[in-house]
């Protein structure tokens, strides 16, 4: 079965995002059956992620992710875990909430071959 992990990518509660999160979560067990597929739900703001300040960048670093903080390890591997990505996320004047590309830049190899 596909799993898809959909993610809400904003950490603001009174959001659009979370509205659309929240109602894909209600109607979780239809939209899984109508799709063949196995739902996911993450909210970014749960891993309490600091901007990623490492020496060096995920990709190129050979202990990845071994390296990084538990909260990071878990986002990675939760993310990871996935055959796709739903991400929801507003426009921030013209690019995407920090929390999320804070998230984004753990993620290093675990988006590879996903699509979003």
Do not use: C, H
Request: charged letters at 20%; proline letters at 9%.
């Amino acid at each position: 079965m596909t799993k898809i992990n959909v993610i809400l990518g904003s950490v603001r509660e009174p959001s659009m995002g979370n509205r659309l999160f929240t109602y894909l979560k209600n109607n979780r067990l239809e939209l899984e059956a109508e799709n063949g597929i196995q739902l996911t739900f993450i909210k970014v703001g749960d891993y309490q992620l600091k901007p990623y300040n490492q020496p060096i960048p995920p990709l190129a670093t050979p202990e990845y992710p071994n390296n990084l903080p538990e909260n990071a390890k878990q986002w990675v591997n939760d993310v990871s875990d996935a055959d796709g990505v739903l991400i929801l996320a507003p426009e921030y004047d013209y690019s995407i909430p920090g929390a999320l590309k804070t998230a984004l830049d753990y993620l290093a190899k675990g988006m590879d071959g996903k699509p979003v």
